[in-house]
């Protein structure tokens, strides 16, 4: 899945919910039950989450929606097997990247 989301220091738990084409309830139980996860809060209370955040929600994403481990089954991957599935995982999204810019330039053609 791409995640099309401006560079920034921190995005607003309704964007980041609208990017993966979520429920912000979602990404807040995700919060709650993945320890990487670790959103700043302002003085109202108010998530910010950062470039970090994001790129472990779009792991959690990965696994869970499109690989379809269960919450546990996810948190277990997390920790035992993280560095390598993050691996593949991140060439995975260059790959996405890339070919989604190919396509525009195919289209502009």
């Known amino acids: 899945m791409h995640i099309d989301l401006p560079e920034k220091r921190y995005y607003a738990i309704g ?3 609208k ?4 429920n ?7 919060e709650k039950e993945f320890d990487v996860l670790k959103p700043k ?3 109202k209370g ?5 470039p ?4 472990h929600l779009k792991f959690i994403y ?20 993280r560095r390598q599935t993050l691996s593949t995982f991140e060439i995975i999204s260059k790959l ?3 070919k989604n810019e190919l396509i525009k330039i195919k289209n502009q053609l």
Not at 19 to 22: C, L, P
Not at 24 to 30: A, Q
Not at 46 to 50: D, E, L, Q, S, Y
């Open 15 to 17: 964007e980041v919910a």
């Open 19 to 22: 990017a993966f084409k979520v």
């Open 24 to 30: 912000t309830s979602l990404i807040r139980f995700w």
């Open 41 to 43: 809060k302002n003085a």
């Open 46 to 50: 108010n998530r910010k989450f950062t």
């Open 52 to 55: 970090e955040d994001i790129e």
């Open 62 to 81: 990965h696994l869970v929606k499109e690989r379809g481990f269960t919450l546990e089954g996810a948190k277990i991957h997390l920790k035992e097997e």
């Open 96 to 98: 996405e990247g890339v």
